[in-house]
């Protein structure tokens, strides 16, 4: 059984910092690619970073390059997301998903997702 659990979101000032993590287990080797994405309230959800453990490469939107960093842990089943620099419209329940490859983080396209956690930046 496949299991995504994220955790580390919590309320932020702006220009604040949070670490993110996603704890993965039940995936088999071919699904490489773990993404995080968020849903702010009255919007669509988007895709903001993924990493591919074949190569270690990762991905990132634009609106978060230089801010947000995908990285995996050592034990390999953990992917975090640090985010830096945060701001108010970063404010969103943020969720971590797993499929074959990273191209499908742009369509939202993955298969297995996590329930989510909520980042609030706010003053």
């Known amino acids: 059984q496949v299991q995504l659990v994220e955790s580390g979101g919590g309320l932020v000032q702006p220009g604040g910092s949070l670490r993110l993590s996603c704890a993965a287990s039940?995936?088999?080797?071919?699904?490489?690619?773990i993404a995080w994405f968020r849903q702010a309230p009255g919007k669509k959800r988007e895709g903001i970073s993924c990493?591919?453990?074949?190569?270690?490469?990762?991905y990132y939107r634009d609106f978060v390059k230089g801010r947000f960093t995908i990285s995996r842990g050592n034990d390999k089943n953990t992917v975090y997301l640090q985010m830096n620099s945060l701001k108010p419209e970063d404010t969103a329940v943020y969720y971590c998903?797993?499929?074959?490859?990273?191209?499908?983080?742009?369509?939202?396209?993955?298969?297995?997702w996590g329930q989510g956690t909520q980042v609030t930046v706010s003053s």
């Open positions: 998903a797993a499929d074959m490859a990273c191209s499908y983080y742009l369509t939202l396209d993955f298969e297995f």
């Open positions: 990493i591919d453990s074949s190569d270690d490469s990762t």
């Open positions: 039940g995936l088999t080797w071919d699904y490489r690619a």
